[in-house]
């Protein structure tokens, strides 16, 4: 049994591979102890802001166990979206995130492809897909993997590339080997703490996500709060500075999945582009993207903050 533990690890994390994922990692299915009193702190002190959902199915947060029944490990992945090009320096920025097409659509047709390979493969396997759509910790659990620490800016960190990438998960009922965690490269540096325009990282490992901009342009559906007015950065649409400042991102690398390439007129549109934007652009730049969250009145909400 334990040979076929390892035959099937190295099975999984191979065809994860040649699906395009960045790595790999597994762990254990059981409850979060150390994030639970941290959950807590947090929601206790409406780091969350208007994001009511984040206090609901606390426990189901914290155990995979209550929403996959049986399951055994937590399969995590990363998979990179940093681009090659980026928007020219006169513009309302995006986060790169969002340049391509949503990311959800791309992440759960490969969670699929995994899950289906591992039950042809192996047998009868039950498990469930996430991509940032349900109660998962998912920084918590791919640190727990083994595949990076949780920095100060509380965004996981790989020492080889950085911290561009989204974290999914499939959780299974199948017993595998068991990643190792790593250990913390932040050390005594402050940049990401030090260049948050919002001030939103109130202490090392903590982020007030009321104070975030990511929040504010993505989030908040009421008008932004004018106690904010000039400290956006010129970001219409979540924010990369803590992300964009990290040593550890020297070593990001452009992804390779053309889905996540931007509509060719994004890269070029100025400020003025912007903020003259009408519905049927917005409708084809951002034809499947993330930024449809927002829609377009909230992005002309948020370019008009900027504006102001």
Known sequence: MIENKSKYTAL????????????????????????????????????????????????????PTKLVEGSKSVVSLLLNYYPEEKQID???????????????????D???????????????????????????????????????????HSNLITQQVGSFYFIAELIIDLELD??????????????CIDACPTEAITAP?????????????????????????????????????????????RFSKPHNEPLFNPHPELLSMTKKDWEEITEETFQKVFKKSAVKRTKFSGLKRNINFLKE
């Open 205 to 249: 490992y903590v982020v007030d996500g009321s104070k975030c901009i990511s929040y504010f342009t993505i989030e908040l559906k009421e008008n932004l709060p004018n106690a904010f007015h000039g400290k956006f950065d010129d970001w219409m649409f979540g924010c990369d500075v803590c992300q964009d400042v990290c040593p550890w991102n």
């Open 12 to 63: 999984i994390k191979t065809e994860a591979k040649r699906l395009g994922f960045l790595s790999c990692g597994i762990s254990r299915a059981e409850f979060l102890e150390e994030e639970a009193p941290r959950l807590e702190k947090w929601l206790n002190n409406n780091m969350n802001g208007e994001m009511r959902y984040m206090e609901n199915h606390f426990d189901k947060r914290l155990d």
């Open 110 to 152: 490969k969670l699929k492809s995994l899950l289906h390979f591992i039950q042809d493969e192996i047998g009868e396997v039950d498990g469930r897909a996430f991509v940032d759509s349900a109660p998962v910790l998912d920084k918590a659990w791919a640190a727990k993997s083994g595949l990076g620490w949780i920095g100060k």
């Open 90 to 108: 006169n513009s309302f920025k995006l986060s790169k995130y969002a340049y391509g097409t949503d990311y959800h659509f791309i992440i759960k």
């Open 178 to 191: 068991y990643d190792a965690r790593v250990t913390d490269h932040c050390g005594t540096c402050t940049a």
